[in-house]
């Protein structure tokens, strides 16, 4: 395995410490696996969206949850319902992945999940970044000899 450093691209990105933590536990798989694949990606100043890749999959057989700062996404075929039956089927060849999987990710503070949608076997989380205004930096009026003045 090779090693990947982020450092070099986060030079410039002074006070996202937090989406940079994001991105590279994103990398760092714990378990090794790459199922499914997923993207990260900025859609704004403060949108974000996870794409995975859930080629086979339902809306059913997906569960999205938030705890603690964590969003996990989890998936696998269910089990047909009582009284239904599932086709018999018979693989000639099978490439398309539908093994059960667990995919973690750490939020920021102050990212919330707006939605998710399954379209076209990607499933789309929309994450958005909100600071409330007691945490969004203040201005601080400097007094010079009695006078008030205001940088702008």
Do not use: C, W
């Not at 539908?98 to 707006?114: A, D, G, M, T, Y």
């Amino acid at each position: 395995m090779t090693a990947f450093q982020m450092a070099p691209l986060f030079r410039q990105s002074a006070g996202f410490d937090r989406f940079r933590d994001l991105f590279e536990a994103s990398l760092r798989n714990e378990s090794g696996s790459t199922y499914p694949p997923y993207n990260i990606e900025k859609r704004g100043e403060n949108d974000y969206r996870i794409v995975i890749a859930m080629a086979g999959f339902g809306e059913a057989d997906l569960d999205l949850q938030v705890e603690r700062g964590v969003l996990t996404v989890t998936g696998g075929k269910r089990e047909p319902a009582k009284g239904e039956q599932a086709p018999k089927v018979t693989y000639l060849h099978q490439g398309i992945a539908q093994r059960s999987f667990k995919l973690s990710f750490n939020l920021p503070e102050h990212v919330e999940v707006k939605s998710a949608n399954l379209v076209n076997g990607l499933l789309n989380i929309e994450l958005e970044r909100i600071v409330p205004e007691e945490a969004k930096p203040k201005r601080i009026e400097i007094k010079q000899g009695g006078k008030s003045s205001s940088l702008n």
